[in-house]
């Protein structure tokens, strides 16, 4: 079901939206292939009645399933828009559509999630990459594995009584 305002539910001049708006809904499944929308969008809106216009603001949480652009490795990232906002004509040129006395507010959402996307997703900054894992498992195999020269040469130092 689509994030819409009901005008005729503006009894005052607020009114207060919070819940979730499922993945289907957001139509971002497939924007990037290292980038995956698992969890609904969590909002907290609240939505105030102007003379010819609508603006609401609040909260958007969506949580992310990435894999890292440098090693591969999966991991979250969550995008928080703390202070969201959107203002919606009524009226003129740039009015939205209104459908059954509703106004739809998904394509806004999505347009803002999806430039809150990471452009290279990395699980961390000081991510090595493929390369630096690959450097420190070879690193972790040499010192499992002591040079036999090396070991020789101290099995020679030793004086064994007979």
């Known amino acids: 079901m689509p994030l819409t305002i009901n005008l005729r539910q503006f009894k005052e001049e607020t009114l ?13 499944e497939s924007l990037d292939e290292v980038i ?10 609240e939505a105030q009645k102007m003379e010819e216009a609508i603006l609401v603001q609040g909260t958007l949480t969506l949580k992310l399933d990435c894999d890292c652009v440098r090693c591969l490795k999966r991991f979250t990232h969550t995008i928080r828009l ?41 699980c961390n900054p000081e991510c090595s990459g493929l390369a630096g894992s690959l450097k420190t498992k070879a690193n972790a195999s040499k010192a499992a594995k002591p040079d036999s020269a090396a070991a020789w040469a101290a099995l020679d130092k030793l004086k064994l009584k007979n």
């Not at 207060?16 to 971002?28: N, W, Y």
């Not at 209104?98 to 290279?120: C, G, I, K, W």
Request: glycine letters at 4%.
């Open 36 to 45: 995956r929308v698992g969890e609904p969008l969590q909002y907290d809106l």
């Open 82 to 122: 703390e202070e969201w906002a959107c203002h919606l004509p009524l009226e003129g040129e740039d009015a939205v559509s209104v459908s059954n006395d509703s106004v739809d507010l998904t394509p806004y959402v999505r347009e803002d999630m999806v430039l809150a996307f990471p452009q290279h997703p990395l």
């Open 16 to 28: 207060q939206l919070k819940g979730e708006l499922p993945v289907i809904e957001l139509e971002l």
